[in-house]
């Protein structure tokens, strides 16, 4: 049976010629912090995880410094910004949109081609809609947006950007009554005429 055996000396040879460029880009990200740290300055990173990449090219590559492959994920600024701040925001915000602290969620499907869900949240709410298209048409399948929310005498008010969405109760529903200008300026996005029904979750 045909294979194909890499030497130690070709294994670190495979390890350098991967592992250099990713090393630059890590010092890269690091003149981007230092450069901030000093003028003030925001630029873009263009080679971000260049330490994830790295520990995977280089020390996977080489048996004995497998043990160490966590190392370069705290050499690289962007990971240690990912572990510091954005590992604890992912948790925070799924923590927010999970169903513990679903309060209630509404739901309008039109002719089986748009379908939209209201889920109202006990920090903040999130209001999507999925659109079908047939194959080969243009145009936005689906939108999400998230904002706060607060309930009036009527119903439910949204806040959108610098908008407001205001919605009537309509039985065990929900009917819009202000809408939010740039979804009602077409017939894709807008939500005049939806009766927006509450699920029951058992």
Known sequence: MWGWHLGEGDRFFLAVLLGVPFVLGSVYNWAIV?????????????????GLVGALAVF????AWRRYAWVP??????????????GPM?????????????????VAVIGGRRKVTLSLYKKDFVLEQDIH?????????HIGVLGAWQETPEGIAL?????????????????????????EEGPDLALAELVLERITYT
């Open 34 to 50: 230092l450069r901030w740290t000093v003028t003030r300055k925001r630029q873009p990173s263009f080679v971000p995880f260049a």
């Open 60 to 63: 996977l590559s080489l048996p």
């Open 73 to 86: 994920l705290l050499l690289d600024p962007s990971c240690v910004l990912f572990l510091v701040y954005g």
């Open 90 to 106: 992912l948790a925070i915000e799924a923590w927010k949109h999970s169903r513990m602290n679903l309060i209630s969620r509404y």
């Open 133 to 141: 298209r047939s194959p080969g048409e243009l145009g936005i399948t």
């Open 159 to 183: 806040t959108v950007y610098e908008g407001r969405i205001l919605l009537r109760k309509d039985g065990s529903g929900l009917r819009q009554v202000q809408g939010y200008a740039d979804y």
